[in-house]
């Protein structure tokens, strides 16, 4: 406060002497006053006494905003009979996710966080604060938690079965770590109660939350300072993890060609509909009854997919590790020899390989799924290149890589060439999946291990192995135990999240669908449809913000002979 | 954004009270100076545009025009001048002058202000949503067309409110005459027939007026430029091509070269009319007439207009074999299949030759035949646009059904013509290059009557604002079809002619023709648009239905015939003592029910209980898009600093930064609609936005504390002056 008055000699001091250019008197402004909306009038009425004396000021037009008033009015009809529309909207969704480690030894204590306008509403849906039960009989699920105080109770899912029992965290707004209302739910440690509890929020209305969402918020919202930024923009991996995700998604079945069905389907059906309604007199009528049939038919699949997919067993699967290398270096030996299992062919014949094979397995108490690949190299034999292609999908998506080479022919050409390859693939995922080395079949050549450290700069890991006696498996797991715990990987197994993703979409489409149908029932018209169909389309986006309209417009132009 | 809001309040003011008397009188000679560079004679065959030197104009370099000394010149300055009388520019120049600024139309032949050379037609889906937001804003395109219908038809009746369009055909002379009037007969508006070849800038890259062809100057700190099909524009007939702007209109040229010496990107597009027949020489015997709607519905919301008149009928003709092989023998004799015109034209509006070879499977296509007015015997053959030469023309007409004898009054052609990719202006319709200078219409890259209204409307409100120094509006896209056209036209890359269609908005049950004047009434009031009459009619409206609302609320009823009929239509029981309300909520019941029953309220008009209906029936739904779109628009509106250096944010995918460059989009909303960025890019965006604000922060803490200890020890204060203003 000492310094006021000075400060304001400095203004007037300029008011009086010169015309100086505006900005320093504004950024005084700006300090003396810290409310926004007091700085901005200051700002007005200073530039009008100023206007007035001074001579133009060379303007550069790009940098002159002109286009300042924005208009977007409420309707006065819909203001007028509800009065002021609630504000609870928020700048962001909820979202929800795991935020303990997980895929380690299971701990005491696993916190599945909430973080959104939403947050306490949607914990108020599956959380029963466990005691003064004849207090809140009516059970409306309108949760009213104090800040900072925990708070008992049970988590139920959709059907009221009991989940888990928890302790209730609320932070409400801003007194949280994004600066939103945050509700911690503390479980139990074990990985299936996390993501059953995790499921029922989503069930709720959450959103997954993408990798490094809640440390985004906490920064978006004015809460990490600067020296956290840089670090923040390192871990927004959202265009590799999408990337990644479209990859694995792509041979790994589970939902996702239901999901890029479904969603075809939509789109069609919209293409239908909105083909009539912005050019009705010249199209067909439309069967009804055959697009209602069709909307039945796919709320049925989502349906039946939510209901049969094994959702406990999907949760179980934990880390990926892929095995990649050139033929022949013995990758379907190592995985035998570690899953203890005949589970790949093996034969002296490069190319054996074709197609990726899983074999499961338990690395200190984790589950690992082992995929084994078929080598990769430059072929001409079709099934054999789409074996290959599939293997560097297989690697972009995987938890860890596991490059595989032959101590008997040691480091090549080809070597060199597949590892540029991969890491260019990374590259352009911006992934940074660890690397470990495998020199294989160090039972037929003397060990020369200085050779191979020249190599093993690309690698977070070098270890010698015979995959025919089992030597070296231990090292391997060692070595990944290390590398993991090194890099801390986000919610879970990379697989695991593409699932849960495919998952949600699914839970989305089926919501619109169940409206959808509702619209149908009460007989509303046909545009309406198009609210929900959209709905459901945009759930099912591999990559959420397409633009639905433009897709179904050119469908529109292609498909039917429109325009007069 | 604090320091901006300073910037436009001088720029402003300075314009238009001390910069342009100023300018005028010095940069008046130097600028007729440079007019009397030669130019090239006359060339009959046109180049392509890449020559400068094509114009086939002579200019004799006279020391009159060059020698405009101070005295003899009559003072030709004005706040806003509009240059071209259509549909875009009549809106820009009314709601200029109506605005209080002194505004001159220049046209190309004031004969043909408001003319509808396409379809004499205004309205059909999203289309006149536009026309009912124009008129709600206070604009004039709904009333003319409400004046001079010739037949009016709801489509969509069998849909929802949100996609019922009204569509009116119109008497064209009737309609261009009725707003040539207005035109004439508004204050602070002059007309004066022109062709503007360039535009004269100032010192800092602002617009300080136009100059013609005959080598008039005319200054203003607000120019619009709503050009049309006539800027460089070229019309074929088959093979043959000559230069015009539409059919018997010559092109304006020059200015194209101007502009993009100013830096601006040039592109072509091309559409096209089909034939007009005299109605007098088809037979309409066998075919089959489409009426108009009973009860009428009006685009205007001013009662004033709503004067019925008598429809005419138009009828309903299909394409036969013949006509199907005769285009499939001469294919190579059309400029697509040709391959001698490359400007791309409408795909919602195809030739029928393209129609004919894209949906092979399809044994004949639709034809309307519309009349084109009361008082002349043209018939619109809507559907049949084809690039035909004109000797195949008739002989193609008369494959239709009833008109096997008819004769051909105007051949079909088509028209290229120049625009500006709009990614060029800020939704405001200003340049980005320069400040006072406004595009609208098809410079743009629009088609339609009804677009063009609805950006000539917006520019002529925001050139009348610049000219005056206030800051300019933008229609968000969530708030309007106008919005929503603006925002797609400015950021999305388009490259063939844009219709407006509903499908293009995420919001459209929001956006409802019966709402448009609740959305946006009150906007053209503040304004200065609605005047008091219309605010009275507008206000005692919301006042009518609000109250009946509440009625509906109230008033109960325990069988009886009514709680009979509701049951029988719907299909669903009435309880006892329902409310009114809760019966309209069922299906297929609707407000006259209560009227028939004696329930309703006399005292309103039909689209009164329209809209009393709608908020009760879809009450719902209504509901849950308005919050959705409030929460949407908290994230969407965030305003983007309009001086970011994309290229230096190395966390964008290349291609983003690359097209955020190009468009500058003013919020974070735009910004996701730019084509090729990715959520992944906006979250980026988001994150070194706010480093760039705490960098900022700090920044300016750091050396205001820094320059006051300095202040205070000494007082000196250069160095604060100098540092902060980076």
Redesign the interface.
Known sequence: MALLPSLRSVITHQLHHRPPPPPPLLSIASFLFHKPKLRRTTCKNLSFSFSSSSKPITLNPLATPKDNTLVFKKDERLVADNGESEEKAGTFSTIAAIVTSIGGPPGAVGIVRLSGPMAVDIVGRVFKPVKKKKKKSSGSGSWRPTSHVVEYGVVLDRHGNVVDEVLAVPMLAPRSYTREDVVELQCHGSEVCLRRVLRACLEAGATFAQPGEFTLRAFLNGRLDLSQAENVEKLISAKSVAAADAALAGIQGGFSSLVTSVRAKCIELLTEIEARLDFDDEMPPLNLNLVMDKIHAMSQDVENALETANYDKLLQSGLQIAIVGRPNVGKSSLLNAWSKSERAIVTEIAGTTRDVIEASVTVCGVPVTLLDTAGIRKTDDIVEKIGVERSEAVALGADVIIMTVSAVDGWTSEDSELLNRIQSNKKSTESSTPMILVINKIDCAPSASNEWNKVGNSFNEHVFTCAVTGQGIQDLETAIMEIVGLHQIPAGGRRWAVNQRQCEQLMRTKEALVRLKSSIEEELPLDFWTIDLRDAALALGQISGEDISEEVLSNIFGKFCIGK | ???????????G??TRH??TPLLFIWAAPTRAGTRTRTRVLPIRCYLRRASNFSRRFSVVPSAASASGSPEWNIDERFDVIVVGGGHAGCEAALASARLGAKTLLLTLNIDKIAWQPC?PAVGG??KSQLVHEVDALGGEIGKVADMCYLQKRV??T???P??W?LRAQTDKREYAMRMKNIVESTANLCIREAMVTDILLG????VEGVCTFFGMNFYAPSVVLTTGTFMSGKIWVGRTSMPAGRAGESASHGLTENLQRLGFETDRLKTGTPSRVDLRTVDFSGLEPQHGDEEVSWFSFDPDFHIEREQMCCYLTRTTKRTHQLIKDNLHETPTYGGWVEAKG?????AIED?IV??QD?ES??I?LEPEGRNVPELYV??FSTGLPERLQLPLLRTLPGLENCSMLRPAYAVEYDYLPAHQC???L?T????GLFFSGQINGTTGYEEAAAQGIISGINAAR?SDGK??????R??SYV?TLIDDLVTKDLREPYRM????S?H???LRSD?AD???T??GRELGLIDDRRWKVYQDK?AR??EE?RRLKTVRISGGDLAADVTRLSGQPVKDSSTLESLLKK??IQYEILDKHGFGNGLLSRAEKQ?VEI?IK?EG???R???QL??M???Q?R?L???LDYYAMT?L?LESREKLSKVRP??IGQA??V?GV???D???L??IL??NR??AQ?Q??H??LA??RA??NQQS?GP??ET??S
Do not use: W
């Open positions: 954004m604090a320091t901006h809001n300073l910037n436009i309040n001088i720029s003011r300075l001390f910069f379809n889906p999203a489509l969509n069998s849909r929802g949100a996609v369009a010192k800092n890259d602002n409408p795909r919602y509006c195809p129609k894209r949906f399809k296509h639709q309307f809507q559907g800020y939704r405001s200003m980005k290059k320069v400040e610049h800051s300019l509006i933008v229609l968000e969530e708030s919005g269609l509903t499908s293009r995420e459209r049950l929001l709402n609740s959305r946006l009150p906007l919301l239905v609000s609302k299906p297929h809209c908020d879809y739904f209504i509901v898009q308005q919050s409030q929460q628009v908290h994230q509106h305003p600093p309009p001086d966390t995918s003013q919020t996701s609609r084509g990715s959520p992944a906006i979250t980026a988001l994150i706010e480093a705490r960098k700090e300016m803490r050396q205001v320059s006051v202040d205070s204060e604060l002056t902060i203003s």
